[in-house]
């Protein structure tokens, strides 16, 4: 059973940066399509971005040019790189999996909380 493991949420003043960490287990990662989605009070949760192990990346409109996300498959974590944040990024961040071929994203970690002060 796939296992996912978010960590490094936090507080953070606006226009500054946080490294969120995805650990992989229960399965091997480079068969997987990883995600980070994300959802702020009283809003529906959010596609952030996603990436295979191979080809290129997505991202939302709201976060191109300032989240990167990327993997480190012989490690089996996941990563989002977020710079310039702003308060309207302020959500509970979850890391999400589906296995290659799927639609839905079907394994979920426990989420971390990013808020971003003004």
């Known amino acids: 059973q796939v296992q996912l493991m978010e960590s490094g949420g936090g507080l953070v003043q606006a226009g500054g940066s946080l490294r969120l960490s995805c650990a992989f287990s229960g399965s091997i990662l480079t068969l997987y399509t990883m995600a980070w989605h994300r959802q702020a009070p009283g809003k529906q949760r959010e596609l952030v971005a996603a990436?295979?192990?191979?080809?290129?990346?997505f991202y939302a409109d709201s976060v191109k040019d300032r989240f990167t996300i990327s993997r480190h498959d012989a490690r089996n974590t996941v990563y989002l790189q977020m710079h310039d944040l702003k308060p309207d990024d302020t959500a509970v961040y979850y890391c999400?999996?589906?296995?290659?071929?799927?639609?839905?994203?079907?394994?979920w970690g426990q989420g971390t909380q990013v808020t971003v002060s003004s």
């Open positions: 999400a999996a589906k296995f290659r071929g799927e639609r839905d994203y079907n394994f």
């Open positions: 990436r295979a192990s191979a080809g290129s990346a």
